[in-house]
């Protein structure tokens, strides 16, 4: 015997995992595993087999013995009462028959049965059939209403008590009462014990439902957060660059016919637009694709920072319209997720400006940090002299409610309405105090 067969006195033995799984992975134990699946199958399927199968059981067991010994047992030297076949028949079908219904009704059961019983005491007779009460009162335990185990404990206490009186003659009365309320405590401990095991089982199997539904609503509403935020870097991407291209278009096709010159740089500005589009399209559908793509992953380019505006500006000033930026504070220190806030608060109002003002317009676009705040202006002076005003208000569509949306995740604020000296104004607030214990969002910086 090796050292570690051997366990330190006062040491509590814990069953290693290895043992436990070698135990259950045991042939005769699945084996008999599965038989008792099969077993629990057939009831759900068909319960009254078993309850008839139990009562075909028992008559073998319990009622032919009595039949073929004329009620007189041998066990014990006691004049017990002798009873013609038909009498010990309808004792037995009283105790026996009612076991059919001891699971759909088992406090009526029990009833029938323990009554049967007490009147067998009482008239001295000795049968076998007599351990249907305890059967009875298992069953009451499982699959009744507990309020009802002390009148039933007492009913089959008193009738116990008879038994014990007629055997006073081969054991005493304390001896006996002993043993028979032993035999009461274990039917209804026995009762109690699998009924709290199926009452744990179930409470585990709903727990287990439960979680998986939380787990697939949790599920589903990442997607849903993750198309959400997928739809709002699109919008941004897609208006912004189309944006770009439409006034770059129209503006290529009047210059056209009288500086071709300008009609070719224009159509440059619509190709180096499209490609950087294209370039952003990706790296934004680069987050649909496989985690596990990761040569695919390693070549997509970072978020836009706040460096990035004035490539931003100066693709709005290649369009037409005049841009005037101004920037105030230590911009360089925020971190990656603040400043693609910033950077996609900005596109989306230089592009509704663009859209909505024309290309004869001016946007003065200021972006300050002050202390734990960042405040970001942009205002346009309106489209010019002549221009088509926009059939659809600036205030509609989803614009607005992606910066507003941007900002949420920094406690931020958005207004947008018209300047007081023409055109249209919007101003955003962003709050930097970090929050303790709480990370930025996980997609707001990085590369993806």
């Known amino acids: 015997m090796s050292t570690d067969d051997i366990t330190p006195p006062g040491t509590a033995f814990h069953p290693s995992p290895a043992g ?28 009254w087999l078993l ?10 067991l319990l009622c032919v013995p009595d039949l073929l010994s004329h009620n007189r047992p041998e066990e014990f030297d006691v004049d017990f009462t002798r009873l013609p076949w038909q009498g010990t028949i309808a004792l037995q079908a009283g105790l026996v028959l009612p076991l059919l219904w001891r699971r759909r009704k088992p406090a009526p059961t029990f009833a029938v049965i323990v009554t049967v019983f007490l009147v067998e005491c009482a008239l001295g007779v000795w049968l076998r059939a007599g351990m249907a009460a305890l059967i009875a009162l ?14 039933a404990c007492a009913m089959l206490g008193l009738a116990l008590g008879l038994v014990a009186l007629r055997l006073r003659g081969e054991l005493s009365i304390v001896d006996g009462l002993f043993f028979l309320g032993t035999t009461v405590v274990a039917a209804v401990a026995l009762g109690l014990a699998v009924r709290v095991r199926r009452a744990q089982l179930a409470a585990l199997h709903d727990r287990a439902a439960r979680l998986e539904i939380e787990r697939d609503q949790r599920s589903q509403l990442a997607a849903a957060a993750e198309r959400t935020r997928v739809a709002r870097e699109m919008h941004d991407i897609v208006g912004h660059n189309l944006s770009v291209i439409i006034t770059l278009a129209d503006g290529g096709a009047r210059a056209a016919d009288i500086t071709p010159e300008r009609g070719k740089q224009a159509l440059l500005m619509i190709g180096d637009t499209g490609r950087q589009a294209m370039g952003e399209l990706r790296r934004t559908l680069g987050l649909l694709r496989d985690h596990h793509a990761a040569s695919d992953t390693a070549q997509l380019s ?9 490539a931003l500006c100066a693709r709005i000033r290649a369009a037409g319209p005049q841009v005037v ?62 221009a088509t005003r926009p059939e659809h ?41 970090p929050i303790t214990g709480l990370p930025r969002p996980a997609h707001a910086g990085g590369t993806q």
């Open 20 to 47: 436990i799984e070698a135990i259950w992975d045991h042939p005769l134990v699945r084996q008999v595993s599965c038989i008792g699946q099969r077993l629990r199958q057939i009831d759900r399927n068909r319960p």
């Open 51 to 60: 309850d008839a199968g139990v009562v075909v059981a028992l008559i073998p």
């Open 138 to 151: 298992y069953h009451l335990a499982l699959h009744g209403r507990l309020r009802h185990l002390p009148v």
């Open 302 to 310: 970072p978020q836009p920072r706040l460096a990035d505006i004035d």
């Open 325 to 386: 930026y101004r920037t105030s504070g230590e911009l360089d220190s925020l971190d990656r997720g603040v400043q693609l806030t910033v950077y996609r608060i900005v596109q989306e109002a230089l592009t509704n400006a663009l859209k909505h003002a024309g290309r004869d317009t001016r946007i003065d676009l200021t972006v300050t940090a002050r202390e734990m705040e960042l405040r970001i202006d942009v205002q346009d002076t309106g489209p010019g002299p002549g």
């Open 393 to 433: 208000p600036r205030d509609q569509g989803q614009g607005l409610t992606g910066m507003r949306e941007r900002a949420a995740l920094y406690n931020g604020t958005v207004t947008a309405g018209p300047a007081p000296g023409g055109g249209w104004a919007v101003r955003v607030a962003l709050d930097l105090t």
